[in-house]
């Protein structure tokens, strides 16, 4: 089975340069997590999605930050303009139906801002 | 205050001895998570435990809901267990809530 796949894996910009980054879950996984994880800290929860629906963006800065599912299987993320403080790894994650089940972590994309 | 705490944050240990990693928390919570992050990024759920213990391989969590704590134990610790240990609690929301994270370094 293939697992979470992200790319890129690695993406250096300038700050108030614009970033998107794609998340491929694992087949047949309905729920799709976006995490944000900056260094020293845990994965902190940007955004959750049910299918194509939004569960929870309660932590997502939506000035710059937005998420897509469309068809409720790939999504982006995107960081228009970035800061510095985006510098961080992000984790993009699914499960079957929710976090009762056990979540599958892709690789990450490592961003830095400069 | 945290509402997930990790102790220790760095742990060094020689191969083979047996390591103890705790995680407190202070919600209502359903489920509790252990995870492994391995430099580079990725990570691995290891166990997921409501109540009692569990065990895979060398591996074995508990989980304490009275008190509100869960321990991960490595057994014969080897240098590929280098990793970044998480502890991660399901509340009510059905959200994740993540610890800081114990790094783990074992030398040959």
């Known amino acids: 089975e293939a697992g979470v796949a992200q790319s890129p894996r690695y993406k250096i910009i300038e700050k108030r340069q614009s970033v998107a980054f794609w998340c491929n879950p694992i087949s047949g996984h309905a729920t799709l997590y976006w995490y944000q994880q900056i260094l020293g800290q845990g994965p902190k929860l940007l955004i959750q999605?049910?299918?194509?629906?939004?569960?929870?963006d309660s932590q997502l800065p939506k000035d710059r930050f937005s998420a897509e599912r469309l068809k409720g299987v790939d999504s982006t993320l995107k960081i228009q303009p970035a800061k510095l403080e985006d510098s961080a790894v992000y984790l993009c994650a699914s499960s079957w139906a929710g976090s009762s089940y056990e979540q599958y972590f892709g690789p990450g994309t490592r961003l830095t801002v400069t | 205050k945290n509402e997930v705490e990790q102790s220790p944050q760095n742990l060094t240990a020689q191969e083979g001895e047996f390591i103890t990693i705790n995680c407190s928390y202070s919600?209502?919570?359903?489920?509790l998570h252990w995870l492994q992050q391995h430099p580079g990024g990725g990570i691995v759920s290891l166990f997921m435990?409501?109540?009692g213990k569990k065990k895979h391989g060398r591996l074995i969590a508990t989980i304490n809901i009275q008190e509100k704590h869960s321990s991960l134990h490595i057994t014969a610790s080897h240098p590929r267990d280098s990793a970044v240990y998480i502890c991660?609690?399901?509340?009510?929301?059905?959200?994740?809530?993540f610890g800081t994270g114990t790094r783990l370094q074992v030398f040959p």
């Open positions: 919600v209502g919570i359903s489920a």
């Open positions: 435990l409501s109540s």
């Open positions: 991660a609690v399901e509340g009510n929301t059905d959200k994740l809530i």
């Open positions: 999605f049910q299918n194509n629906g939004v569960v929870d």
